[in-house]
């Protein structure tokens, strides 16, 4: 079936760890993105890319880093320098106006 | 500036009963299109709908329905005869013109419970 795999599904980290969340997809979508979600929040933007060894910032990059050398991946590194990184991250791919999401990250610092 | 409001942070109904989630968007941009998502426990985000700026049709989908109004910049959701299934947590979503996900502007999502 076609879609977008993210694992692991729940992760925990010590602080001043760096940690890596996949993401694949293979709907060959041209475009892929990160999202972070917290507790009674909206989704927001973390990195995107548009195209191979092409991605952005979104608007809460800092603290994160993300690679995007094959179109079928984007991987999310978690750094140290992000300060409050225990939250819900959420792949999303699209090539028209519709994002599909996969199933999540958890991450939990402890 | 893009806005997506929310108001409603959790709704419980008892199965059968329809409910309506609201949406109102604010955005100074004339073409750009309206999402519902609907997030069930298992978290990932499950589109249900797009709608461009330049079409105000209501639509209907099985149980689903959904009214666009540009003149209160409104866009909501009704669930007729709502079942225990539909308990999850809905997010409607303002994109700038017709842009991808990285334009997508989320409300902070209403978490509905249908009780059996």
């Known amino acids: 079936d076609g879609g977008i795999t993210q694992s692991p599904k729940y992760l925990f980290r010590k602080e001043g760890q760096n940690v890596t969340l996949s993401c694949e997809q293979n709907l060959n979508h041209d475009a892929m993105y990160w999202y972070r979600q917290d507790p009674g929040q909206g989704l927001r933007l973390i990195y995107y890319s548009q195209i191979v060894n092409d991605f952005q910032k979104g608007d809460i990059a800092e603290g994160y880093s993300v690679s995007r050398e094959k179109k079928e991946s984007f991987p999310l590194t978690v750094t140290s320098a992000q300060k409050n990184p225990t939250a819900f991250y959420l792949c999303?791919?699209?090539?028209?106006?519709?994002?599909?999401f996969g199933q999540g990250t958890r991450l939990t610092v402890v | 500036a893009q806005k997506v409001t929310q108001a409603q942070t959790e709704i419980s109904v008892v199965e059968k009963e329809d409910v309506t989630l609201d949406c109102v968007y604010e955005?100074?941009?004339?073409?750009?299109?309206l999402f519902w998502y609907k997030q069930p426990p298992s978290g990932e985000l499950v589109f249900l709908i797009r709608?461009?700026?330049?079409?105000?049709q209501n639509e209907i989908s099985g149980r689903y329905s959904w009214n666009f109004q540009k003149s209160t910049s409104s866009f909501n959701f009704t669930i007729t005869a709502s079942q225990v299934v539909d308990s999850a947590v809905y997010f409607c979503a303002l994109s700038r013109g017709w842009g991808g996900a990285n334009n997508l502007f989320f409300g902070t999502g209403t978490r509905l419970t249908v009780i059996p």
């Open positions: 709608r461009n700026s330049f079409d105000e």
């Open positions: 999303a791919s699209s090539q028209t106006a519709e994002a599909f």
């Open positions: 955005t100074r941009d004339t073409t750009y299109y």
